[in-house]
């Protein structure tokens, strides 16, 4: 069993020509929260994305479990153990919410999560499981992400600016039910805008700049101004 | 009562544009398609079918039992080695693909069972009929066609809504990114959607060829049949569709009771005045 979840290897990403990801090297251990800050534009979702699939990466550049997994498609990932929360919520308008979470399922992973269970953190989502998954608030459509893919039972779940657009009061809500995901064994990357909070729920951080990792260590280790050096390059 | 009659008819011809326009809907539906040879792809399955009926001196309707598996393994193969290739954010490559394809379709036709009329033979299945009061006689054959076609949009949204497959296939219809992240393989299932189409498509082109002689040149002409029958209906809701489908069907009826050429004008000068009147059609469901 190696010591490390995800690792990734001096990994790149292009769209197109235009380079987001200039090597970056990434670890995560079992049962870490890592949190990733960073400006608009320095790769944080480009970075979930190589890792999901959904943005290609060369094989070597990224291990799961101790597993080449980069180029995998999208859909092969899921099934192996990695889940993400997409920036924007991204649900499905036409289904419910109810199908919202079970299509979270499809790739059939085993594991402890179900519909009860799902409804149990989020009790609201079992009252409106029959409506349109967009007739819902914005917490709650936020709710309804974060469950589907817990519907997966991914070993390691990453979402991306939560927060985003929500009400301080969700969001509380929203990092006290992510605490208790992490105890059922689920390791977690956060993307953050938001760097008190991504502080506060964090082991470790990765401050991301241009592409590059600008920053990286505990909470309690880095200073404000380290911070601010990274995340603004000043 | 002669008036009666005809609209009667064209309503159960109605049944058999909805079956045009189902494949067509769906493939639009899932994929974003707008399939251009769809209309040759009816008129190659009857010839599948003429051929298999031929060979194996099977009745037309029988021969389904053949058509529908090859025709949905064909749809399969052509999408997964053809279309999925030319899908991306861009609709029109796809487009143009359909376009040679559909090119292509109607020049092998030609070229391989020349440009003759056939005919599927049916037996006793073209005659056959009933008799309503007021002397209004009506083919069992229409009848079938309709009963199949209420039958397979039935079947489709029983698919479309209840089945997991059907929950997958609109999520890609809803966002394909996303889709990709609950772990489905997207080009597998525009695949098994190519392949439901043509299924239906295979049942289509036998009515045509059981109701009336085919050639390979009268593809075009099915495919804005069921376009006329989508839009009338509006985007997206089967059930439309089928209505779609029986307007365009009286209309023609109508059309042809008036002056025998007129059918086919009828049914566009139906289709155009609702495009105008009503550009979003009867019952639109895209956002």
């Known amino acids: ?234 | 009562m002669d008036l009666v009659s005809t609209v009667l008819d064209g309503i159960l011809l109605g049944g058999l544009y909805a079956l045009f326009a189902a494949g067509l809907s769906l493939i639009f539906g899932v994929m974003r398609l707008v399939n251009i040879a769809h209309g040759d792809l009816i008129v190659l399955s009857a010839f599948v079918a003429l051929v298999i009926v031929g060979g194996l001196n099977l009745h037309p309707l029988v021969a389904l039992v053949l058509v529908v598996p090859l025709m949905a393994l064909l749809g399969y193969g052509l999408q997964r080695l053809v279309f999925n290739r030319a899908l991306g954010y861009d609709i029109l490559p796809p487009l143009l693909v359909s376009f040679g394809l559909s090119v292509f379709l109607q020049n092998s036709l030609l070229q391989i069972f020349s440009g003759d009329s056939r005919r599927l033979h049916a037996g006793n299945l073209e005659t056959w009929h009933f008799d309503l009061p007021g002397g209004i006689a009506v083919g069992v054959l229409p009848c079938l066609m309709f009963a199949v076609a209420v039958a397979v949009i039935t079947g489709l949204q029983l698919l479309l809504y209840h089945t997991e497959l059907g929950r997958a296939f609109r999520c890609v219809s809803d966002d394909q990114e996303t889709a990709q992240l609950m772990g489905i393989n997207n080009a597998h299932l525009f695949g098994l959607a190519m392949a439901l189409s043509l299924s239906i498509v295979s049942v289509a082109g036998v009515f045509l060829g059981i109701r009336a002689n085919f050639d390979p040149s009268i593809g075009p002409t099915r495919l804005i049949f069921a376009f006329e029958a989508i839009i009338i209906g509006g985007l997206g809701d089967l059930w439309g569709t089928l209505v779609g489908g029986v307007i365009l069907g009286v209309a023609q009826t109508l059309g042809a009771r008036i002056n025998p050429g007129y059918q086919i004008l009828a049914g566009h000068i139906a289709f155009l005045a609702i495009l105008t009147l009503r550009p979003q059609g009867f019952f639109p469901k895209t956002r």
């Not at chain 1, 960073?38 to 790769?43: A, I, Y």
């Open chain 1, 1 to 234: 069993m190696p010591s490390n979840l995800l690792e990734t290897h001096g990994l790149a990403a292009f769209y197109g020509d235009f380079q987001a990801l200039f090597g970056i090297d990434f670890r995560i251990e079992p049962d870490e929260t890592v949190a990733i800050i960073g400006s608009n534009g320095s790769g944080k979702s480009t970075f979930l994305k190589s890792i999901t699939g959904l943005v290609r990466a060369e094989s070597k550049a990224i291990y799961f479990n101790g597993k080449a997994i980069g180029g995998d498609p999208a859909y092969r990932i899921v099934a192996q153990g990695i889940a993400m929360v997409p920036e924007g919520r991204r649900l499905f308008s036409s289904l419910s919410v109810e199908e919202n979470l079970s299509i979270g399922a499809y790739s059939k992973r085993q594991g402890p999560w179900s519909l009860e269970k799902v409804y149990t953190i989020f009790p609201m989502l079992k009252e409106k499981r029959k409506f349109a998954a967009m007739a819902l608030s914005g917490g709650q459509q936020q709710m309804v992400s974060i469950g589907r893919a817990l519907m997966a039972n991914p070993k390691l779940l990453l979402c991306d600016e939560i927060s985003l657009g929500l009400a301080p009061v969700i969001i509380k809500e929203l990092y006290a039910q992510l605490g208790r995901i992490t105890t059922n064994g689920t390791t977690l990357v956060i993307v953050e805008q938001d760097i008190r909070q991504a502080m506060a729920v964090s082991d470790r951080v990765y401050c991301l700049r241009e592409g590059r990792v600008a920053l990286e260590g505990r909470p309690s280790s880095l200073s404000r101004d380290q911070i601010t050096k990274a995340y603004f390059g000043v």
